[in-house]
């Protein structure tokens, strides 16, 4: 078998240890139908050193949840591994600027459609009460625009004093009641070619679709054309080389829109894949071969 290095959570770090090992084991049995033998390694043990990965032919960067709680070292690390010509999917240039949620700003220069956003240096309750105004809604999210998994994230309504600001740079949207009624959709896509869809659901009274509040998750077995269209077009505005690409959207009553383009650690909810996952490992296996 070949063997490949996967990098995961810090050792440290709690949040996702007791779920880590099961996405890891998922992603294990893929790549082993293309004879190949996933390698974990914290991503955090690399941070001053590539040395150690730079004896792989390949490396993915696929688990390394939590990098924006130590969003210094990542950039750090993912700079280092470019500089050190690490053999890195997705391109390490990707894992530094895809940790950044203003990737989005490019992406809507580009032409294609986000949900409305106000972008700041610093939140302030001030601008959440005219984000009330401005998008014409009683209800926004606050989120920093390093984040992951719903981290810091906030459901505000009119009246609500803004608590635990993030800190930095972040970013209000209104909210958007179709994330709750229609869920979110994700398609997953490698070697650029679709896999597969999941439609993600929040909880009843919740906002949050990931599954650690309680998300529910379901296989789309035919994403609609313009889903489709759309995560493309996405990809096609993306100049480096993409592996694998999760894009999550959501259905608007003006079109759908791009909530994310998640390009580093990605869940490929391979357990819903119809092929178990096999695009997936023969992406990997042609990567090694090139």
């Given at each position: 078998m070949t063997e490949i290095a996967i990098l995961t959570p810090a050792i440290d770090d709690p949040a996702y240890k007791s779920h880590w090992p099961t996405v890891l084991q998922r992603l294990s049995g893929a790549l082993a139908m293309a004879?190949?033998?996933?390698?974990?390694?914290?991503?955090t043990d690399h941070v001053d050193d590539a040395s150690a990965l730079s004896g792989?032919?390949?490396?993915?960067?696929?688990?390394?949840?939590g990098y924006y709680e130590r969003h210094t070292d990542w950039l750090s690390a993912t700079r280092l591994w470019?500089?050190?010509?690490v053999r890195i999917a997705n391109p390490a240039s990707v894992l530094g600027w895809n940790s950044d949620k203003a990737y989005l700003q490019h992406l809507e220069a580009a032409g294609l459609a986000i949900p409305p956003t106000l972008w700041t240096d610093a939140v302030t309750q001030d601008q959440v009460e005219a984000a009330f105004d401005r998008f014409e809604t009683d209800t926004v999210i606050v989120k920093p625009t390093v984040s992951g998994g719903a981290w810091k994230t906030s459901r505000?309504?009119?009246?609500?004093?803004?608590?635990?600001?993030?800190?930095?740079?972040?970013?209000?949207?209104?909210?958007?009641?179709e994330?709750?009624?229609?869920?979110?959709?994700?398609?997953?896509?490698?070697?650029?070619?679709?896999?597969?869809?999941?439609?993600?659901?929040?909880?009843?009274?919740d906002f949050r679709i990931q599954v650690?509040?309680?998300?529910q998750y379901e296989t789309v077995l035919s994403p609609p054309v313009e889903a489709i269209v759309l995560a493309e077009q996405v990809l096609a505005a993306i100049a480096e080389p993409l592996l694998y690409a999760r894009i999550d959207l959501v259905e608007t009553p003006g079109g759908w829109v791009l909530m994310e383009a998640e390009l580093i650690e990605p869940d490929f909810?391979?357990?819903?894949?119809?092929?178990?996952?096999?695009?997936?490992a023969e992406a990997v296996r042609a990567r090694l071969d090139t």
């Open positions: 004879d190949i033998q996933a390698v974990p390694t914290a991503w792989f032919p390949l490396v993915l960067g696929v688990l390394t949840w470019g500089e050190a010509g505000l309504s009119r009246g609500d004093t803004l608590i635990d600001a993030p800190d930095g740079h972040a970013m209000i949207q209104p909210f958007l009641p994330l709750v009624a229609n869920g979110e959709l994700s398609l997953l896509f490698f070697g650029g070619w679709f896999s597969h869809a999941v439609l993600k659901r929040a909880r009843a009274g650690q509040y309680g998300g909810y391979l357990s819903e894949a119809p092929d178990g996952g096999r695009l997936f």
